[in-house]
């Protein structure tokens, strides 16, 4: 079954440091894999994705992900935190269909 | 630009009423999308449709029906509400098939069920 994990519910990084937030994957064919931010009472909204190509994609807000197929992974980075930075993160993927498998979330919270 | 609307953004349901959650679209976007969210669960899909007058299920879809007469319009219609479906509804639209495209989720509405 096509699956996306994201290990840690929660991810603590202080200001001014790098942050990673983790997303494995697990689909048939070819992954196309996404990154979404949720703010307190709010929609997702998107900050980046990888189809094909290079496998650094830079995304909105200064973040980036880093696709990794042997490692099955698609991290979320950023290497500055910002106290405004602290929301829901979710990665997700599909494989061809019209359907998004998305992780359970990781909650980011920069501390100032 | 307005992006996707939903209404209404609180609902307090007693068991066994039905309502209709509002969804439209300025965008012009054929693929629309309902996904509930569960704390500790992510998002998982209910409904989804390609374009006007096509709809299919997604992994949820016991106990809500949808339908789309417009290009604009998705609503969520739930029958015999139950407290299981208390949950976060979001509605989204994408221009492209998401193995490409973005989706574009509303601001969501919070169910209740008593």
Redo the contacts between chains.
């Keep these: 079954a096509q699956s996306v994990a994201q290990p840690e519910?929660q991810v603590n990084v202080a200001e001014g440091n790098p942050l990673t937030v983790k997303c494995t994957y697990s689909v048939s064919g070819n992954p196309?894999l996404?990154w979404?931010v949720q703010y307190p009472?709010?929609?997702?909204?998107?900050l980046l994705?990888y189809?094909t190509g290079d496998n650094l994609v830079k995304g909105s807000y200064g973040f980036e992900a880093e696709f990794n197929k042997s490692q099955t992974s698609f991290h979320l980075k950023k290497p500055s935190a910002l106290v405004s930075d602290s929301a829901l993160y979710?990665c997700a993927s599909?494989?061809?269909?019209?359907?998004?498998i998305?992780?359970?979330?990781t909650r980011l919270k920069v501390l100032a | 630009n307005a992006g996707v609307t939903q209404t209404p953004k609180f609902r307090i349901l007693k068991i066994g009423q039905s309502m209709t959650l509002q969804c439209a679209q300025d965008m012009n976007h054929n693929y629309m999308y309902w996904y509930r969210q569960d704390p500790g669960m992510g998002l998982k899909l209910i409904y989804y449709s390609v374009g006007a007058g096509i709809t299919d299920k997604g992994e949820v879809p016991n106990g809500y029906n949808v339908s789309r007469s417009t290009t604009e319009d998705f609503p969520l219609r739930l029958e015999l509400a139950a407290p299981s479906q208390t949950s976060v509804y979001f509605c989204a639209s994408s221009r492209l098939a998401v193995n490409t495209g973005e989706l574009f989720f509303g601001e969501g509405s919070r169910l209740t069920v008593l």
């Excluded at chain 1, 009472?41 to 998107?46: K, T, V, Y």
């Excluded at chain 1, 599909?94 to 998004?100: C, D, E, L, P, V």
Aim: net charge positive.
């Design positions: 519910d196309y996404f979404y009472n709010r929609g997702l909204q998107f994705k189809i979710f599909t494989s061809g269909t019209y359907k998004y998305f992780g359970t979330g």
